[in-house]
């Protein structure tokens, strides 16, 4: 029997693209590849890219260079760019780095074998359209391999929001929903094969609306299905635009056992002149009276959010309604950003706030968004919480897991297996991780 090709895959960026990574190795086990962990003995590289921000391309190109001294020892390996900035940049990465072979949008994964066997013909493969047919459905031919205790799975997939900073819209493309069905059974496989949280992912995923059982389904009611998969113990899903928040969905936060109380839910800015540039279309207010709505259905859930500084035209006075939405919120975590130019969106056209100015803003946020997080997480202690062990710690008996706030845990002599669900009082908070012990 031949030996199997290797296949290094590099994953960049968002949760999707973990998701659409293991889709792709699947894809290509077909071809007769197996995954390695390093480029060095790989037949196949690929990197799936972001191109959110400025600095994940760059560094794609940085890391495409680096594999030249590979391709000189070894003609046969084949190099892939996948993902946002393929879709992006198109033609022109092979243009700008001669070693890549493939260039494969996040629409056409499902095309990767026959993009694969024209490059072990010597030829160039380049794919970034936006096929008709259901990308997730050609690819769904999977081993059944046993699975860790947590998965990520795609519900969703593009956006129609056009927020003025961002080009998910352009290389995800339109919002697509999948049918309700294939993601039910897509999540009673992952649970025969040992997964026991599920995290449901879109880029917009709570403008969820597939179609299914007497017709269009929300997320809500498909958390509410999902909720009765025996064996399925937790329900996540990210990443939420505020205007989708609806009614059902809020009172599923309230209702619903297996979902569990963080909320990823993004509101970029507090001035609503900003927003307003940002086409958000929502306010600084509207976003906090929501917010208490779903503090009152889920008095206990941790919020999370996204903020970008340095707005084209972000005044001092907007970066200080951005710290005010911060103190009345209060988050559990929070990812923050300085504004980047992409091309191609509308907000690249206009007036830039100066890259010292936004590093300032930038450090002044995440001050305020560490004191939170640590208030947060000091306020764990003495509490008990269920953890949901992943993997083995690095201590002999130590077992590291995520409370249902998503909080990492880690419980010396937890007598424990990877997959087990334990109460765990909290005794310790450190910068990034909690510590605790089995209560019996
Ligand atoms: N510049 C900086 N941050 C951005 N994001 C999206 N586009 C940009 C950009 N052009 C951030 C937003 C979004 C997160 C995924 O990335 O905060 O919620
Ligand atoms: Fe981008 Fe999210 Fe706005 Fe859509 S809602 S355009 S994915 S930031």
């Keep these: 029997m031949a030996e199997p090709k290797k296949l290094f895959i590099k994953t960049y960026g968002c949760q999707m693209n973990v998701y659409d990574s293991e889709r792709m190795a699947e894809a290509l086990g077909g071809q007769g590849y197996v995954e390695t962990t390093t480029p060095d003995d790989a037949d196949m590289i690929l990197l799936n890219t972001c191109h959110i921000r400025e600095k994940a391309a760059e560094k794609v190109y940085s890391e495409l260079g680096r594999f030249k001294g590979l391709k000189a020892e070894k003609p046969d390996l084949k190099i892939g760019v996948a993902g946002c900035v393929a879709q992006a940049e198109g033609q022109e990465i092979m243009r700008r780095q001669p070693l890549v072979d493939l260039v494969v949008g996040p629409q056409s994964y499902h095309r990767l074998p026959e993009m694969e066997a024209k490059t072990r013909a010597g030829e160039k493969a380049l794919d970034t359209d936006f096929p008709e047919e259901d990308k997730f459905e050609k690819l ?149 009276r929501l917010i208490e709505r779903i503090r009152a259905a889920r008095p206990d859930i941790l919020m999370s959010g996204d903020f970008i500084v340095g707005f084209p035209e972000e005044t001092e006075e907007d970066f200080q309604a951005t710290l005010d939405l911060i103190e009345e919120v209060k988050y559990g975590y929070a990812y923050s950003f300085k504004y980047s130019p992409r091309p191609g969106t509308p907000a690249a056209e206009r007036a830039q706030v100066s890259p010292e100015e936004a590093d300032d803003r930038l450090q002044r946020l995440q001050a305020l968004i560490t004191r939170q997080q640590r208030e947060i997480q000091d306020g764990m202690i003495g509490r008990t919480v269920n953890v949901l062990f992943e993997r083995e710690g690095r201590i002999a008996g130590q077992m590291v897991g995520k409370s249902e706030y998503l909080h990492a845990v880690h419980v010396r002599d937890a007598q424990a297996n990877t997959g087990d669900i334990r109460r765990v009082r909290i005794v310790e908070a450190g910068t990034n991780s909690l510590a605790g012990e089995i209560v019996s």
Aim: aromatic residues 6%.
């Design 140 to 288: 769904k031919s999977r081993p059944k391999a046993k699975r860790g205790p947590t998965a990520f799975l795609t519900v969703q997939e593009g956006c129609d929001k056009f927020c003025a900073f961002c080009v998910v819209p352009y290389t995800r493309g339109a919002e697509v929903s999948r049918p309700a069905a294939r993601i039910l059974d897509e999540a009673r496989d992952l649970v025969e094969r040992g997964v026991r949280e599920i995290t449901l992912l879109g880029q917009n995923v709570n403008a969820y609306h597939g179609a299914g059982d007497g017709g269009d389904w929300t997320l809500a009611r498909l958390i509410w299905a999902l909720n009765d998969v025996d064996g399925l113990e937790r329900i996540r899903f990210t990443t939420s635009h505020p205007n989708d928040m609806t009614d059902d969905l809020i009172a599923a936060h309230g209702e619903c056992e297996k979902l569990m109380p963080y909320l990823h839910l993004p509101v970029q800015a507090g001035s609503d002149r900003i927003l307003k540039r940002m086409n958000r279309a929502h306010t600084a207010e509207s976003y906090l």
